[in-house]
């Protein structure tokens, strides 16, 4: 099993910053990505960025490109860095992990409990 813990989400006005953080722990090995994915009410969950946590690959939404960097450190703790944050990413937050960097939420295995992000015009 792989627990998840995200921190860092909160009101921003827009073209604000934010750095949300996921502190990974238990059986990590067992994982090779890394994901963040958000979901604001009455839409689908989507994938925001991803990063494989051998090669350092990295996979960010068209939306979000530009704006957000995925990282990682070698405890596979992975950050989301958002800047020029605009309304329409008010959403919840959710970090994931997964055996491969699946775009769709469906195939991955573990979840954390999620961090609320509002962004404020």
């Known amino acids: 099993q792989v627990q998840l813990v995200e921190s860092g989400g909160g009101s921003v006005q827009a073209g604000g910053s934010l750095r949300l953080s996921c502190q990974a722990s238990?059986?990590?090995?067992?994982?090779?990505?890394m994901g963040w994915f958000r979901q604001a009410p009455g839409k689908e969950r989507e994938g925001v960025a991803f990063?494989?946590?051998?090669?350092?690959?990295t996979y960010h939404a068209n939306s979000v490109k530009g704006r957000f960097t995925i990282s990682q450190d070698y405890a596979k703790n992975t950050d989301l860095e958002m800047n020029s944050l605009k309304p329409e990413d008010t959403a919840m937050y959710y970090c994931?992990?997964?055996?491969?960097?699946?775009?769709?939420?469906?195939?991955?295995?573990?979840w954390g409990q999620g961090t609320q992000v509002t962004v404020s015009s």
């Open positions: 238990g059986y990590t090995y067992s994982t090779n990505c």
């Open positions: 994931a992990a997964a055996s491969a960097c699946y775009l769709g939420p469906d195939r991955w295995d573990y």
């Open positions: 990063i494989h946590t051998d090669t350092g690959n």
